[in-house]
Structure formats: C-alpha cells, structure tokens
C-alpha cells in the first residue's frame, strides 16, 4: 500500500512539475533561482525553529561539516542534478526524467558492487532486469503514426459546406414560395 502511494504521489509530482515548467510563463532560470532560494529559506527556517532530537549534537552549527571539499562537493553535485531535472522537464518530459532516474539507480548499483564492495542480492539484480527490461520496451516501442491528411482540404470542405448550405437555404425558400402561392 504505502509503494503504491508512493509511486502515485511521485507520478504526480512529476507530471505537475512538467506542466508548471513547459507552460509557466517565467523563464526556467528564474523558475530555478526561486526554488533553490525557496528550499535554502526553508532550511535555515527549519534549522533554527525544529529542535534537534539528539541531545549529543544539540551544540552543531547550520554550517558545521562543510569545512570537507567531498561535502561540499556533494552539495554542487546535487544542485547540478536539480538544474538538470528542470531542463529535462522542459525539453522532454517526465517520463524522460524518470528511465533516466531508474538508468541511473542500476549503474550505481552495478558499479557500487564492482568497486565499492556491495554485496549484490537476487533481489538487487532482478530490479535491475526489470528496470532494464522496462526501459527496453519503452525505447523500443512504435511511435504514434501521423495523423492522417483528409482527403478534401479543410478550407475546400468549409467552402462547400457553405455553397450546400446557401444552395439548401435557396431551394427551401423557393419551395416555401411556390406553396405559399398555391394556397393563396
């Protein structure tokens, strides 16, 4: 129930953030630099009104940590994976951004157990065979077929409709005419 819930409330975050970025009238720079400014508001917000539960690390600082270039890496790389994903909504969409999440997900999990000494499980390698199955059907489906052209143009079709219907307007009251006279 709760991974049903999941996939759902994250379908629809994605399909929402797409529309909001193909079809919001901001530029996606802009769009961009208010929700980063967004999220750090957020944070410090957060980190100053929420208590810290662990009483050992009641005394750390908002920006304690980040002294380490990997931390401060990670948080460059983040950002640029967030800058990414908005391109992605706009250019593409969110199905792309998802195969490419999935994508992502099982060459970590390939190369976390080549060189990071990951014990590889069934279960890991039967989600990266579907992921890749997935994938695979996706990419390698038939595309919609082009819509077909009428075979009457549209302006001829509306220009005969009008003839037809002036032509049926002016028969009827010819009609209308020739029994009005005879009854009278």
């Given at each position: ?86 391109a ?30 990951l ?33 009457i ?32």
């Amino acid at each position: 129930l709760l991974m049903t819930v999941s996939a759902v409330l994250t379908a629809s975050c994605s399909v929402r953030n797409e529309y909001l970025v193909k079809h919001y009238s901001v530029l996606l720079n802009v769009q961009n630099a208010a929700l980063y400014a967004g999220g750090a508001f957020l944070n410090l917000f957060a980190f100053h009104v929420i208590p810290n539960p662990n009483s050992k690390q009641a005394n750390i600082g908002f920006f304690d940590g980040y002294d380490n270039p990997l931390a401060l890496g990670v948080v460059f790389v983040n950002s640029l994976i967030g800058l990414a994903i908005t391109a992605v909504y706009k250019y593409a969409d969110a199905i792309t951004k998802c195969i490419a999440s999935d994508i992502t997900a099982v060459n970590l999990c390939i190369v976390s157990s080549i060189f990071f000494e990951l014990v590889p499980t069934m279960t890991m390698w039967c989600g990266v065979v579907v992921v890749c199955f997935a994938v695979h059907l996706y990419t390698s489906a038939a595309p919609d077929p082009p819509p077909c052209k009428p075979a009457i143009p549209d302006a001829h079709f509306l220009k005969a409709n009008t003839r037809e219907t002036e032509e049926t307007e002016m028969a009827e009251a010819a009609v209308g005419l020739v029994i009005g006279r005879q009854r009278g």
